[in-house]
């Protein structure tokens, strides 16, 4: 398909513009059936629509919760593309199915007709999350807080119609696209996980075993997870080297605009430091011994994730803020190197026994009686400047591979959109 030559037209659908002129518009039910079968069948593979595309389901596992009988779910076969209408905003969006199986019917299963290339048309659904098309047509279900679609409006919705040679040879070329773009995504990720993983083998083996190992002599530390330290260090417990205390407890009627006082939550601490993307402010009073001062850490104590309990910043600025009640904040005279104790595999350590899977919390006894090597005060100060020199580094590096992440994420997103509204030549 060559479209320098080609004439347009006014598509009429102000979120695409313009289409080849020999392209139609129709709608969704005009290419597709909305499956609502039943299942009925025995033990069938069960499966599911996550961010990753569609899986089966860990039953054994129980991952997500179980139906009371499979027979009311939806048959979904090889190229049916399933699409989740119940949350728009969700990260599992809509995906082609290449496992046959059965699916909630909370989701939307359509099966192509005629003339019509499921492969065309998952990249083309795609396109209607990323642009909020289908947002916009959705309502919101305050209840759930989420943004819904339901069927009768999404087989109304428009659709583009290219020749199905031209779906094919689109879909042939995005795959071929898509697959580099992804290979590269692949590859960065792995390096990301790469570089945490060696920033927190380096954080760990400073803090158990100093700066020169091999010039020193050792001893057991008595931890035998922890083995040996040097000979002139000590084993100590958080609570000996400063204070805990969890945060401010609010109610909605306390929120306020950025006049009133900053309250640091979860989502302000990311890769260990402090980010201010969501910000929220109170208009309450707050106690002295609530406000947080440079060189405090604040840490993740309560939350829904168990991945996210522990996550912590070391607060290196001075900031008019608060603390919610689901954080902690630890206190100390020798906090940088404490903060460094906190990102190593001592503090995971003790978080995989403190957490468990009926409640996600820190508590503060749990967390002032961890155990940790002490070394002398000279060698706290160069340990930690030794570790910000080369956490730094590779801080940079990551950051860079994440800003490459993003942009290849765009670009895949614009290659999609151009393609499958026809303003790209193939």
């Not at 590096?397 to 193939?426: P, R």
């Amino acid at each position: 398909m060559s479209n320098k030559n080609m004439e347009f037209k006014d598509s009429g659908i102000p979120w695409i513009g313009q289409i080849p002129k020999h392209w139609e518009v129709k709608k969704v039910k005009d290419g597709f059936y909305l499956k609502k079968d039943k299942a009925l069948i025995e033990n069938p593979v069960v499966l599911t629509l996550a961010r990753s595309g569609i899986k089966v389901r860990d039953l054994e596992n129980n991952e997500g919760q179980f139906a009371k009988s499979y027979f009311e779910y939806n048959p979904v076969d090889i190229d049916d593309i399933l699409l989740n209408t119940m949350d728009l905003q969700s990260g599992a969006n809509c995906n082609i199915s290449k496992i046959k199986g059965v699916i909630s019917p909370a989701y939307a299963n359509l099966r192509y007709k005629n003339g019509f290339s499921p492969n065309f048309y998952n990249y083309y659904f795609k396109i209607q999350y990323w642009t909020f098309a289908f947002f916009a047509h959705g309502k919101g279900v305050s209840y759930e807080n989420r943004w819904t679609l339901n069927n009768q409006t999404l087989m109304r919705f428009p659709l583009l119609v290219p020749p199905l040679n031209e779906q094919k040879k689109i879909a042939e070329f995005l795959d071929k696209k898509c697959e580099i773009i992804d290979k590269r995504l692949s590859n960065l990720e792995r390096k990301i996980k790469s570089l945490k993983e060696y920033k927190k083998s380096l954080i760990s083996e400073c803090v158990t075993k100093g700066l020169n190992p091999k010039n020193r002599e050792f001893k057991d530390s008595g931890i035998p997870w922890i083995g040996q330290i040097p000979k002139h260090w000590e084993i100590s417990k958080i609570k000996y080297h400063g204070t805990a205390r969890n945060g401010l407890t609010y109610s909605p009627s306390d929120l306020t605009d950025e006049s009133g006082i900053l309250v640091l939550r979860s989502s302000n601490v990311q890769n260990s430091k402090l980010v201010f993307h969501d910000n929220v402010y109170v208009s309450c009073s707050v106690k002295n011994n609530l406000m947080v001062k440079n060189n405090d850490i604040l840490i993740c104590s309560r939350n829904g994730s168990r991945n996210l309990i522990g996550k912590n910043a070391l607060i290196d600025i001075d900031i008019k803020a608060t603390f919610g009640a689901f954080m902690l904040i630890y206190r100390s005279k020798i906090s940088k190197f404490m903060f460094y104790v906190l990102n190593s595999n001592i503090f995971s350590y003790h978080l995989s026994n403190f957490v468990t899977s009926t409640i996600n919390q820190l508590t503060n006894s749990n967390f002032e009686n961890i155990k940790f090597p002490l070394p002398p005060l000279n060698e706290q100060k160069e340990i930690a400047e030794f570790l910000d020199k080369k956490c730094e580094k590779i801080d940079r590096l990551n950051e860079n591979y994440t800003k490459q992440i993003t942009a290849l994420k765009e670009y895949k997103k614009s290659l999609i959109y151009e393609c499958v509204t026809g303003k790209k030549e193939i």
